[in-house]
């Protein structure tokens, strides 16, 4: 009997360890270096972020994003991170070869790797199906610049002859993402963004994804996500691809939607075909 409970609770703790493995993340060292950025890439925006020695390390958050300087020429400290239901225990090294970005995988990326009776194919169908879904609503929504009334046009024109592309702004492989202005105009308000491709590669816009999120604040590192609203356009203005070495303007129109100085809007530019996707966030203060 008593051979059969020691089995039982080996069994158990086989089973118990092997469950956390799944949701806790391996221990990673992030390499840095003195005049380089580290950009350290979260499944989503981190509620939390705090390093060991904040005097030999700079921590600064964007969105999913976390860029690290070190201080110091030499030196290593510990990096705790909470993002949604996953946790990061990283090390940070000072090194001659830094790594210039770090995506973090979650634990649902790991659960969808070995789910039972699903492919790797199956996965991968099913994410293509929801980019095809999106990309259709996009196309859907784009008119020409024509379909406006003369009197929004009027109010956007001056608008336009103005540009604030590096407030607000994400940089992707010489691919900038930047929004200008977020103008409230009666019942609806509007996007104007631009795209400069500093590369040699034509940049094809495939959809762009907006989202409303409210955030809870408590001191530097600390934040948490209260609620998050995708929201959709009913029109969209712009021309693509945005060839090389060129820029091109966006403009997006939504219906009016209840935000604060709280709120954070998400902005997300996926290519078409490609990796170069930019995310950025605005803080609701800039909509106007």
Not at 7 to 30: D, H, M, N, R, Y
Not at 164 to 187: C, E, G, L, M
Request: aromatic share 10%; proline share 4%.
């Amino acid at each position: 009997m008593k051979r059969v409970n020691r089995k039982l609770f080996f069994l158990f703790g086989i089973l118990f360890f092997s469950a956390a493995a799944l949701t806790a993340q391996p221990k990673q060292t992030v390499r840095v270096t003195p005049g380089f950025a580290t950009v350290i890439v979260c499944p989503v925006a981190p509620e939390l972020v705090t390093v060991g020695n904040l005097d030999a390390f700079s921590i600064q958050t964007a969105g999913n994003y976390i860029l690290v300087k070190p201080l110091m020429t030499r030196g290593t400290t510990n990096m705790f991170i909470k993002a949604g239901s996953d946790s990061y225990n990283l090390l940070l090294q000072i090194a001659d070869n830094p790594d210039l970005e770090v995506r973090l995988s979650s634990s649902q990326d790991l659960l969808e790797q070995i789910e039972p009776g699903k492919s790797n194919s199956e996965i991968d169908g099913q994410k293509d199906k929801n980019e095809t879904a999106l990309k259709k609503a996009s196309v859907s929504r784009r008119q020409p610049l024509t379909s406006l009334n003369r009197k929004a046009v009027s109010a956007l024109s001056s608008l336009f002859k103005t540009q604030n592309r590096y407030t607000y702004s994400v940089n992707n492989s010489k691919v900038i993402f930047a929004i200008d202005h977020i103008k409230q105009i009666r019942d609806k308000f509007f996007v104007i963004a631009t795209i400069v491709n500093n590369s040699n590669i034509p940049y094809d816009v495939g959809y762009v994804r907006f989202s409303l999120i409210d955030y809870t604040r408590s001191y530097v590192f600390w934040k948490k996500k209260l609620k998050e609203t995708e929201i959709e356009p009913t029109n969209e203005f712009y021309n693509t691809p945005v060839n090389a070495h060129s820029s091109g303007r966006l403009l997006f129109i939504f219906d009016k939607h209840g935000f604060s100085e709280n709120s954070t809007f998400n902005v997300k530019c996926n290519e078409e075909s490609g990796r170069r996707d930019l995310i950025l966030e605005v803080p609701g203060a800039m909509i106007k």
